[in-house]
Nanobody, 120 residues
């Protein structure tokens, strides 16, 4: 009933920038958490950046100072601004949305993923 859609991926040269967007739609009571994960071939999916409903942010060490997560609560959208991109940032990036319900249960939803390729 909740749809999560990512966009903004693509091919960029090392040192370049991209901005990813993640929009959640459907039956949403409250978004407790929005996070960006990435998965490269042969590797486990890892949390890159996250933001809570209160605005608290968290970053994986390798992206600190380069990536910035932000949100537009009115649009149920989260962004990931990626600067100074490196080849090791190449991965499929997934948006995860955790929605709270009136029964205090949390439901997690994943987007389909967007490919980010950093290469010359």
């Amino acid at each position: 009933q909740v749809q999560v859609v990512e966009s903004g991926g693509g091919l960029v040269q090392p040192g370049g920038s991209l901005r990813l967007s993640c929009a959640a739609s459907g039956s949403i009571f409250r978004i407790n958490f929005m996070g960006w994960y990435r998965q490269a071939p042969g590797k486990e999916r890892e949390l890159v950046a996250s933001i809570t409903s209160g605005g608290s942010t968290n970053y994986e060490d390798s992206v600190k100072g380069r990536f910035t997560i932000s949100r537009d609560s009115a649009k149920n959208t989260v962004y990931l601004q990626m600067n100074s991109l490196k080849p090791e940032d190449t991965a499929v990036y997934y948006c995860n949305v955790v929605i709270g319900t009136m029964t205090r249960r949390e439901n997690k939803y994943w987007g389909q993923g967007t490919q980010v390729t950093v290469s010359s």
